[in-house]
C-alpha cells in the first residue's frame, strides 16, 4: 500500500503562498481585461462625442457663413441705390 506523507509547515505554507500568487495573478489579468475593455468603451464615446461636436461646429460655421454673406449682399444693395 501506498503510504501518504504528512506534508511539512513549511511545505503547506509554500503550497498556500503557490495558490495565493495564481489567484493575485489572475486578478490582475482580470482587472487589466475589465479596464482595457472600459478603456475601449471610453474612447468609443469619446470618439463618437467628438464627431457630434464637430459636425455642430460645421453647422454653426456655414449658419455664420450664410448669414454674414446675406448682410454683405444685402448691404452691397443698400449700397447701389
Do not use: P
Not at 482595457?36 to 464637430?54: D, F, G, P, R, T
Not at 454673406?69 to 444693395?77: F, G, I, R, T, V
Amino acid at each position: 500500500m501506498l503510504e501518504t506523507r504528512k506534508r511539512t509547515d513549511s511545505e503547506t505554507i509554500n503550497e498556500c503562498l503557490m495558490e495565493i500568487s495564481e489567484a493575485i495573478a489572475f486578478l490582475d489579468y482580470s482587472f487589466e481585461r475589465a479596464f482595457s475593455v472600459n478603456e475601449k468603451n471610453y474612447i468609443m464615446a469619446y470618439k463618437k462625442h467628438a464627431l457630434v461636436i464637430q459636425e455642430e461646429l460645421d453647422n454653426l460655421r456655414t449658419l455664420t457663413f450664410d448669414v454674414l454673406l446675406q448682410a454683405e449682399n444685402k448691404a452691397k444693395k443698400i449700397g447701389a441705390f
